[in-house]
C-alpha cells in the first residue's frame, strides 16, 4: 500500500474529520450516492443536521425508535451518519439497533439491501414495547406514503422555483432566510426517503425468499424494473425531446434544472447554473435510433417484468400464489417511490446551494471573504457572520479539503478507517470483477471509465464504468450498452435505473473504475454479477 500524504492530520477532530470508537461498523454503500465525494464544511453541515435529524424521523415514525430518540446524540459513535476525511458513511451499528424491532430476517433483508452484506453480528431482540410500536406504526407510516410524497414533491418545487426567483436580488437577512428553512424541509424528505428505502427493502427481502424457496430466484432482478415512468427516466424522456427539437433547453432546465453533477456536494454547480453537461449530450443523443428511445425502453422493461410475474406465479400455487401476488402488487407500489423522495430532497438542496451562492456574493462584496465561492468553506453556523479570521479558516479547511481528496477509504470499516492511496493495477492483471448483478442481460463493449458525468465524451454502446452514481447520472445511462458500478446496491439509484432502461448493470465491485480503463474490450453479465476484461 503506497504511504500516505506526509501532512494528512490522522487524529484531530475538524468540520471535515470525526473521531468514533473503536467497535462501530461503518458502510459507504448507499451514502456515497447521495453525499458524494469529499464535502466541503458548508455541504457537511448541511447534510450532517438534516440528514442525521431525517433519519431518526423516520425511525420514530416507523415505531423503529421511541420518541426520546429524536434528539440528536452528541457522540458520534451512536449518530447515523459521520464524516472521516471528508467522505460521509452510514453507521451500520446505529442502524442495527433501529432495525432489531422488525423481525429477524427483515432487518438482514434491510442490511444486505442497503449495504449489499449481511453482518455476522448476532442479532439482539429489541423490547416487546418497541415491537409492538414498529408492528403497529410502520404499516400506517407506509399507508400514508404515496399521498404524502405526491405533496411534498408539489411543495419542493413550489419553493425551489420561489427562491429562485427571490434569491437573485435577496438582501443577506432574506438570503439566510432561504438557506435556513430548506433545512427542516430536507430533514422531512430525507424522512419520507428513508421510510420508502425501508418498506421496499423489506417487500424486496420477502419477495427474494419466496422466490429462493419456490427455485425461481433467477426471475428477482426482472421484477423489480418496469414500474412505468419514473424521475430519472422522465428526465432522460425530456432530455431526449430536447435532442429531437421536440423541447426547448430551457423548459427542460425549468424542470430539472436542479440536477447537476454530483450534485450531493452544495458548492457543485447545478444544470440550471451550469447547462454545459446537459448540452454535451445532445449530439450523442441524437445519433441514437429511434428504437431506443426512453419510451420504448420503458415499454420494453415493463413488458419484460409482466413475463416474469406470469412465470412466477405460473411456477406457484395455494397460499405461496397468494403471497406471491400480494408482494408484488406491494413491490409495484412502494419501491418507485425511493427515488420520488430522493428527487424532493435534492430539489431543497438545490434551495440551499442557491442561497448560499448570494450570500458568498454579498459577503464578498463586503470584503467579509475574498471570493464568492469561499462561503463553501464555511460552517452553516458561520454563514450569516463570518468569524474575524474567516480568511485564515478557509484557507486551511481548502488546503485539508485537496488533501483528503487525494486519498480513499474502504467501503467498509470498523472504528476509525484507515486511508488509502490506492496503487495502480498492472494492465496486465485478467482476473474478473466480481459484484452484484442487479439488471440482467450480457453486454459486450468498450469500457468508458467517468469519474463525473460532463468529464467524458460517452459514446453510444459504450459500457459506462463509474465509482457510484446520483440521479444526474440517468441521462448517461440512455447511451450505455451496459454499466459497472463500484459501489452500491441492488436498490441505489444506478441500479433502479439500469433496470427501468432495461441495460445490464453490476453494482458494488468496489474496484472496477480502477482495474478497467478506457477503451478496454469488456464483457459484463448483470446477472451473475461478473465482468470480463476480453481485451
Not at 420561489?162 to 430536507?186: G, K, M, V, W
Amino acid at each position: 500500500m503506497p504511504n500516505l500524504p506526509s501532512d494528512l492530520p490522522a487524529e484531530p477532530t475538524s468540520v471535515l474529520h470525526q473521531i468514533c470508537g473503536p467497535d462501530v461498523d461503518w458502510s459507504r454503500v448507499n451514502t456515497a450516492e447521495s453525499i458524494v465525494g469529499v464535502q466541503t464544511p458548508l455541504s457537511w453541515s448541511f447534510w450532517d443536521a438534516g440528514g442525521e435529524l431525517g433519519f431518526r424521523l423516520a425511525y420514530c415514525e416507523m415505531g423503529l425508535l421511541p420518541a426520546n430518540e429524536l434528539v440528536v446524540p452528541e457522540r458520534v459513535d451512536d449518530q447515523f451518519t459521520a464524516l472521516f476525511y471528508g467522505r460521509a458513511a452510514t453507521n451500520v451499528s446505529a442502524f442495527r439497533r433501529a432495525l432489531d424491532a422488525l423481525p429477524f430476517a427483515a432487518t438482514d433483508d434491510a442490511e444486505a439491501s442497503f449495504f449489499s452484506s449481511r453482518s455476522a453480528v448476532a442479532r439482539t431482540s429489541a423490547s416487546r414495547s418497541r415491537r409492538a410500536s414498529a408492528a403497529l406504526r410502520l404499516p400506517i407510516a407506509a399507508l400514508r406514503l404515496p399521498g404524502r410524497l405526491r405533496r411534498m414533491r408539489a411543495r419542493s418545487r413550489r419553493a425551489w422555483e420561489a427562491s429562485l426567483c427571490e434569491l437573485p436580488t435577496a438582501d443577506l437577512a432574506r438570503a439566510h432566510h432561504r438557506f435556513a428553512h430548506a433545512l427542516p424541509r430536507f430533514s422531512d424528505e430525507v424522512a419520507a426517503q428513508i421510510v420508502a428505502s425501508t418498506v421496499a427493502t423489506i417487500l424486496f427481502g420477502r419477495l427474494e425468499r419466496t422466490m429462493g424457496r419456490v427455485g425461481r430466484a433467477e426471475l428477482a432482478n426482472e421484477l423489480l424494473g418496469g414500474f412505468g415512468e419514473t424521475e430519472e427516466i422522465r428526465t432522460s424522456a425530456d432530455l431526449w425531446q430536447v435532442a429531437h427539437g421536440r423541447l426547448p433547453l430551457e423548459t427542460f432546465l425549468e424542470r430539472h434544472g436542479f440536477r447537476g453533477p454530483a450534485d450531493g456536494e452544495l458548492s457543485n454547480p447545478s444544470w440550471r447554473e451550469d447547462p454545459a453537461p446537459v448540452e454535451a449530450l445532445l449530439a450523442p443523443y441524437r445519433e441514437l435510433p429511434e428504437e431506443k428511445s426512453p419510451g420504448r425502453a420503458e415499454a420494453a422493461r415493463a413488458a419484460a417484468r409482466m413475463r416474469a410475474t406470469e412465470e412466477l406465479i405460473a411456477s406457484v400455487a395455494g397460499r405461496d400464489r397468494m403471497a406471491v401476488r400480494g408482494l408484488l402488487a406491494l413491490g409495484r407500489r412502494y419501491i418507485p417511490l425511493r427515488v420520488v423522495a430522493k428527487a424532493a430532497f435534492q430539489q431543497t438542496f438545490d434551495v440551499a446551494r442557491a442561497a448560499a451562492r448570494r450570500i458568498g456574493v454579498l459577503h464578498a462584496e463586503a470584503k467579509r471573504i475574498a471570493d464568492p465561492d469561499d462561503v463553501f468553506h464555511l460552517t452553516r453556523h458561520e454563514l450569516l457572520a463570518p468569524p474575524p479570521d474567516a480568511r485564515e479558516r478557509i484557507a486551511e479547511r481548502r488546503a485539508l479539503r485537496q488533501r483528503y481528496a487525494a486519498i480513499d477509504l474502504p467501503v467498509e470499516f470498523c472504528g476509525m478507517p484507515v486511508p488509502v492511496v490506492h496503487a495502480a493495477f498492472d494492465s496486465a492483471d485478467s482476473a474478473p470483477i466480481t459484484g452484484l448483478g442487479v439488471s440482467p442481460g450480457i453486454a459486450e463493449g468498450l469500457a468508458r471509465v467517468v469519474h463525473e458525468p460532463g468529464e467524458s465524451e460517452l459514446e453510444p454502446g459504450e459500457i459506462l464504468v463509474c465509482h457510484t452514481t446520483d440521479p444526474s447520472w440517468s441521462a448517461y445511462f440512455m447511451l450505455a450498452g451496459g454499466v459497472v458500478i463500484d459501489i452500491g446496491g441492488p436498490l441505489s439509484q444506478g441500479a433502479i435505473v439500469a433496470r427501468e432502461l432495461g441495460i445490464p448493470c453490476v453494482i458494488n465491485t468496489s474496484d472496477g473504475t480502477r482495474r478497467l480503463r478506457t477503451g478496454d474490450r469488456i464483457r459484463i453479465d448483470g446477472g451473475t454479477g461478473r465482468v470480463e476484461r476480453l481485451a
